[in-house]
DNA sequence: ATACTGGGTTACCTTATGGATACCAAAGGC
DNA sequence: GCCTTTGGTATCCATAAGGTAACCCAGTAT
């Protein structure tokens, strides 16, 4: 499998391709929220754990670490004391926010589709466990 | 916080915001996988397995339950021995095919210039492993 | 009688993920 | 001398995710 061509592509159903670990990074949760907190600009660590919540720094920082290995975004260090670090999306990194952002539209508009089906499925299985007993004692 | 009201809209990046959650289980690795073998039409247990590749039966099961939990996909027993069990997406679940298509299209065209990255990143840091003593002993 | 089939379940164990906490460096201010 | 600030690291620990292997059911085929 040659990936240093330029024009490779993948199948993200071939546990050995390298485009299904592609997949999992930009289907991390972590990655995907930072790449979107990034998309109007540059930001600071302090802003990114702010913006993005919750998140302890180590984690912000193996995520950030992370992009910056695979080409998304780019990290830079000014010269200053206390240390200012600004994290920018690199162009590649750029062409994802489409792509996130239809599926987080999809996310933010289906919650309570998706809730209502969670209490429903809930309920059903509440019920099931009152049931006659059909269920052989193991 | 209604998660009652149909039309409710979240905010993925409120981590007590249930679209949060949503984003995790539409961002999961093997779930958008199994959405997306799914999208050609209902499978069986088996031919999922065979499709997606790799997943053991025990993961495939926690995934397929939580993906008909949320409505996404419906799952029909047919009365048979050997027993038959198809998965099919719902309509619902038929909506997240778009954004899933353009994620994994995205995947699949820009896996080179990810790896290209990585092994650029690498290099470097293999460089900066052997730069000159600037390093304090912990 | 036994084996085989498909779609699981269960128990057990290992690894990966992520949280809490503490700490550090370097320059400037008090 | 000590505190403050920013951007982290280091360490430890708890939980979650995922793999392995064995087993189960019920009917049909051998």
């Given at each position: 499998m040659d990936t240093k061509g330029a024009s490779f592509i993948g199948n993200?159903?071939?546990?050995?391709?390298?485009s299904r670990m592609v997949f999992a990074r930009i289907g991390d949760k972590w990655a995907t929220l930072v790449i979107q907190v990034l998309a109007e600009g540059p930001l600071r660590f302090s802003e990114l754990r702010q913006t993005v919540h919750v998140v302890t720094p180590k984690v912000l920082t193996q995520v950030l670490r992370a992009l910056e290995r695979d080409g998304l975004l780019t990290r830079t260090v000014f010269a200053q004391v206390p240390p200012r670090v600004d994290y920018e999306l690199t162009p590649l990194g750029r062409t994802l926010l489409e792509p996130l952002k239809a599926l987080r539209e999809w996310a933010e508009s289906n919650v309570s589709a998706m809730l209502a089906s969670r209490d429903d499925y809930d309920e059903r299985e509440d019920a099931a466990i009152l049931r006659p007993p059909g269920h052989p004692g193991r």
């Open positions: 993200v159903m071939d546990p050995d391709c390298p």
